[in-house]
C-alpha cells in the first residue's frame, strides 16, 4: 500500500513539471534555473550561542500571528521532517539546503536538531547553527521551538515562504 507521504512527493513532483518555450529568451531560463538550486549563499556559526533549553522564536513583520500560534501549540499538520543528530555544521548546512529546496513547496517542515547535551557549557552548536541559518534562508518566513511532545526546545517548526 503506497502511504500519503509517497502520495504527496509523486503529486508534487508532476505538479512542478513545467514545458519549455523554446522561442523565449535565456535570460528568463538562467532566473527559473537559479530558483531550482538549493541556497547556499548562508554563512556558518563556528561558536555556539544558544542553550539546549532555550525556546527560540523568529518571524519577518506582517505574519500573521495566528501563524505563529499554530506553530507553537503544534496545530499545522502532518510535515516533512529532518533530524541533524550527529551532523558537522557543513553538513547540517547542506542537509537543510537540499531538504528545503526538495520540500519547497510545503507550507512547514519540522528540523530536529537536538540540544546539544553532550556539548560544552550547555550551548549547542547544531541549534545555533540551524537557528542562523535559518534566519539567512530567502524561502524561511518564522521558525519556532516545537511543543514538547515534538521534540520541544531540540526541534523547530518552520514557516516557508511559497515558491520563492
Known sequence: MIDESDKSLFRNAVEQQKTIDKDSNNKSHSVKNKLNKPFEDYKYLYEPNITGS??????KLGLSPKIIKKMKQGNIGSTPSIDLHGHKI?????????????HSNERFIHIIHGKGYHSNNGLSIIKSQVVHYLKQHPQVLAFCSC????????????HLRADV
Do not use: K, N, W, Y
Open 54 to 59: 532555550e525556546p527560540v522564536i523568529h518571524f
Open 90 to 102: 557543513e553538513e547540517a548546512c547542506q542537509s537543510l539546503s537540499r531538504f528545503i529546496h526538495f
Open 147 to 158: 511543543p514538547q511532545d515534538m521534540g520541544g526546545t531540540g526541534a523547530v517548526f518552520v
